[in-house]
């Protein structure tokens, strides 16, 4: 997965392994890579670090590499953009739905804004049994989204759920969207945010 040393993508890589996968965590930065492959359980799958920007095609041969040794084909590929830019989105996902599509597999996009690109790649995607869906969270209470008290406040206020969201809400839609349960979901947009879209 990619954004897996920050810490929406943190708790998204800390779920899965507890629930069984074997997880190789990319970004650019080793030191917040290396912070989340230290901080699971014991009964934990491993956690695997890729500190490269797999943005770039260099930084995806090293990724595949890397996965390589970890298991002999990718069956799940979870994305967490932080720039939520469509064009790494696509380059990513098709990267990851190539490598699945002998034996099936599911591909998560974490962001906002996504929903037409995720339909159009679980068409795609379709005849390998390659899933696509994405999650779109709100706001998601992080220290990259920290505000003030009276801020958070309103935004409470203003959410039917009347509370922010916090990492392991979106986390566990993609833990969901990643497991048999969900074997008959593609091209959908999970939205995650206490209800403040329906307004």
Do not use: Y
């Given at each position: ?80 953009d932080p720039q939520e830019d469509p064009r790494t989105v696509s380059a990513l996902s098709r990267w990851a ?92 947009e999970w939205v995650v945010d206490g209800g403040w879209s329906v307004w």
């Amino acid at each position: 997965m990619t954004g897996g040393g920050r810490h929406l993508g943190r708790a998204v890589a800390l779920r899965l392994a507890e629930s069984g996968w074997d997880c190789l965590v990319a970004g650019p930065d080793e030191t917040e890579l290396t912070v989340t492959a230290k901080s699971t359980s014991a009964s934990a799958s491993t956690i695997a670090v890729c500190p490269r920007d797999v943005a770039s095609p260099d930084g995806r041969h090293t990724l595949t590499s890397l996965a390589a040794g970890i298991a002999e084909s990718i069956g799940l590929f979870v994305n967490v953009d932080p720039q939520e830019d469509p064009r790494t989105v696509s380059a990513l996902s098709r990267w990851a739905i190539q490598r699945m599509s002998g034996a099936g597999g599911s591909v998560v996009n974490v962001g906002r804004g996504l929903a037409a690109l995720t339909r159009e790649l679980a068409v795609a995607a379709a005849r390998w049994n390659v899933r696509v869906n994405t999650v779109a969270p709100g706001m998601i209470k992080t220290p990259e989204h920290d505000v003030s008290p009276e801020m958070a406040q309103l935004l409470c206020d203003a959410t039917p759920l009347r509370r922010l969201g916090t990492p392991d809400d979106v986390a566990a839609v993609v833990e969901f969207l990643a497991s048999d349960g969900a074997a008959f979901v593609t091209g959908a947009e999970w939205v995650v945010d206490g209800g403040w879209s329906v307004w």
